[in-house]
T-cell receptor, first 117, second 118 residues
Framework: GAVVSQHPSRVICKSGTSVKIECRSL??????MFWYRQFPKQSLMLMAT?????????EQGVEKDKFLINHASLTLSTLTVTSAHPEDSSFYIC?????????????FGSGTQLSVL | AQKVTQAQTEISVVEKEDVTLDCVYE???????LFWYKQPPSGELVFLIR??????QNEISGRYSWNFQKSTSSFNFTITASQVVDSAVYFC???????????????FGQGTELSVKP
């Protein structure tokens, strides 16, 4: 079945550094991917919609310059947290829709736990 | 505006008990989609079910069943004869009519943490 791979699964970085998270659709092409953020014991909040070959669409309140999204190919979207600060520590998870007869299910990556020291 | 409410933050049951997770949604769309996902401790989201607004048939899949009632804007999830492996956070989610064309912008509920004790 369709798989979305997210890497790394866990990253610890120093405050002020940038961190890149990759989201790959392994056996299907995804023109659109989605990035969510989840704080401990809270819901997933959509951050942005990543569109292949064009600019990402950000949700209200999400800083475009801090969370850079690049969707350079039909199978890869990246989220870069720039100049990370402790308040950026969170669980980030991507999703992509796999077209097909299974009913356009959404598939989620396994998530990335970001800890900023 | 779209909203999903899962009023139960945490539920604890003993193995083999039945448990129902509540989900209430708000939307002005006439076409919409409802989902349930399971998030085990490892973090990934596991798809359980998608239901569109025009299909009010209840569904059963093994020990899982879903009760969709438009009259009360609810989409409740029942696990029969719960098992320890069912322990996870369960999310109910809602998407608007653009789901099929534009993909998965989902509005998630707050999640219900289910703990099944042996």
């Amino acid at each position: 079945g369709a798989v979305v791979s997210q890497h790394p699964s866990r990253v610890i970085c120093k405050s002020g550094t940038s961190v890149k998270i990759e989201c790959r659709s392994l056996d299907f092409q995804a023109t659109t991917m989605f990035w969510y953020r989840q704080f401990p014991k809270q819901s997933l909040m959509l951050m942005a919609t990543s569109n292949e070959g064009s600019k990402a669409t950000y949700e209200q309140g999400v800083e475009k310059d801090k969370f850079l999204i690049n969707h350079a190919s039909l199978t890869l979207s990246t989220l870069t947290v720039t100049s990370a600060h402790p308040e950026d520590s969170s669980f980030y998870i991507c999703s992509a829709r796999a077209p097909g007869t299974e009913g356009e299910k959404l598939f989620f990556g396994s998530g990335t736990q970001l800890s900023v020291l | 505006a779209q909203k999903v409410t899962q009023a139960q933050t945490e539920i604890s049951v003993v193995e083999k008990e039945d448990v129902t997770l509540d989900c209430v949604y708000e939307t002005r769309d006439t076409t919409y989609y409802l989902f349930w996902y399971k998030q085990p401790p490892s973090g990934e989201l596991v798809f359980l079910i998608r239901r569109n607004s025009f299909d009010e048939q209840n569904e059963i899949s093994g020990r899982y069943s879903w009760n969709f009632q438009k009259s009360t804007s609810s989409f409740n999830f029942t696990i029969t004869a719960s098992q320890v492996v069912d322990s996870a956070v369960y999310f109910c989610a809602l998407s608007g009519p653009s789901f099929y064309n534009q993909g998965g912008k989902l509005i998630f509920g707050q999640g219900t943490e289910l703990s099944v004790k042996p």
